[in-house]
């Protein structure tokens, strides 16, 4: 094992999954953090298989007490990586739009990668080469119909990454956003059952994108990206 850690949100199925089981396969410690125990128990016995070391840590990444918590139980540890991958889709015409909708969509998917980098940027400076991943979406690279709350949230995500990277640019923290097209996981199932397979990436391929930025040297960064199946081109 290395003595290298990452910590990810939504780490229980799709993207977050992907991720862990990557890191972990490349000998890193890996934070699993979601709201569901079975689902991050399950990916935790998945990496113990691999011969790798996971920690589970249930929280709602939207409770500011919940993650600082999360940053206490951490103690002095470096974190060199934060993925924050948890997030939650909405397919709504406007009118059918509830408040509660809106406060959902908008904690799950921005505040809660707003308290996570807060929260970790102790740990992630006492990195050598610490990178901060946000997970984005499409729908903030373009305007899409139905999933306006949906975009709000993403588009305010890819603001606050670039306002972050130049912030900590002075201490070379790699701050980057990942935007992925639809891609194969339980969220996109949920939201729309009959989609076309064909139109779908893979989350071991953000996975593997996620991988490379990490890997970049010190210093070295890049500007957010789509990453999506060619079957949209």
Known sequence: MTDKMAVITGAGQGIGRATALKFAAQSWHVVLIGRTQEKL??????????????????????????????????GDQTVDLLVNCAGE??????????DEDWERILSINLK????????LLPHLRRSENATIINIGSKTSMGGFG?????????????????????????????????APGPADTPMRWAATPDYDTELLIQPEVVAEAIWWLAS????????EFLLQSVNFL
Do not use: M, N, W
Request: aromatic share 4%.
């Open 41 to 74: 128990e399950s990916v935790a016995a998945e990496i113990a298989a691999l011969g790798g070391k996971a920690i589970v840590h249930i929280l709602d990444v939207a409770q500011s007490d919940q993650v600082r918590a999360l940053a206490e139980a951490l």
């Open 112 to 119: 809660g990668p707003f308290l996570l980098c807060r929260a």
């Open 216 to 223: 970049l040297p010190r210093g070295a960064t890049t500007s």
């Open 89 to 98: 889709s909405l397919i709504k015409p406007l009118e059918e739009v509830t």
């Open 146 to 178: 139905g999933v306006s709350v949906y975009s709000a949230a993403k588009t305010g995500l890819l603001g606050f990454t670039r306002s972050l990277a130049a912030e900590l640019k002075t201490e070379q923290i790699r701050v980057v956003l990942v």
